[in-house]
């Protein structure tokens, strides 16, 4: 996860709702900072950390929402949104992960120990995600694989899964460029200068 931008120029002599600006727009510089991520749909890290930018932007909102327009509370909503909308497609990643780990492992022809190293390697940290240890030795038992009927499911259940994943990623991708349509970064700079 990338770190939080710094905040810069704040004023302790400056009223709650000066700084609470100042870091409302810093945290909105984080958050579009990730948009030229947004058309690539399995840069699964980088749009992780834009959903991370708009938890922080929304928390920030939140947090000062007395010092706040009270407008900012629809920039919440979108917020809260575009988080669901690219959380949902984390929890698709680490669903296709699993099942093409379950399904691959037993397809490979690797030897059980080598087999586990490069899965490890693969799902712990290339993805944007990391599957536990545990669950990865547990996936790759020799002895755990599937029957042909489970596999036949598991194959449907992935192939489903994938193609969730690209509804998602539409659904998402589409929210943000109806933001972007109606300028959405103008509309909080609006908000945040008005008094």
């Known amino acids: 996860m990338a770190k939080a931008k710094p905040i810069r120029g704040l004023d302790s002599q400056a009223s709650t709702g000066v700084n609470a600006r100042i870091i409302a727009r810093t945290r909105l510089d984080e958050l579009y900072?990730?948009?030229?991520?947004?058309?690539?749909?399995?840069?699964?890290?980088?749009?992780?950390?834009?959903?991370?930018?708009?938890?922080?932007l929304r928390y920030t909102l939140e947090v000062f929402e007395d010092v706040l327009p009270a407008a900012s509370q629809a920039v919440v909503k979108e917020l809260s949104r575009i988080q669901d909308e690219i959380g949902a497609l984390h929890d698709s990643d680490v669903m296709i992960a699993l099942l093409r780990l379950c399904?691959?492992?037993?397809?490979?022809?690797?030897?059980?120990?080598?087999?586990?190293?490069?899965?490890?390697?693969?799902?712990?940290?290339?993805?944007?995600?990391?599957?536990?240890?545990?669950?990865?030795?547990?996936?790759l038992e020799p002895g755990a694989a599937p029957s042909a009927e489970q596999r036949y499911g598991l194959e449907r259940m992935l192939l489903m899964q994938q193609q969730g994943r690209e509804k998602q990623y539409s659904d998402f991708r589409q929210h943000w460029y109806q933001l972007q349509a109606r300028d959405f970064r103008r509309e909080i700079l609006d908000i945040l200068d008005s008094h």
Request: positive net charge.
């Open 33 to 56: 900072s990730w948009a030229k991520y947004v058309d690539i749909p399995y840069h699964v890290r980088e749009l992780h950390d834009l959903r991370i930018a708009a938890k922080r």
């Open 103 to 139: 399904l691959g492992s037993q397809d490979s022809g690797m030897a059980y120990e080598e087999a586990l190293v490069d899965t490890k390697k693969k799902y712990q940290s290339k993805k944007g995600f990391t599957l536990p240890a545990d669950l990865i030795a547990d996936l």
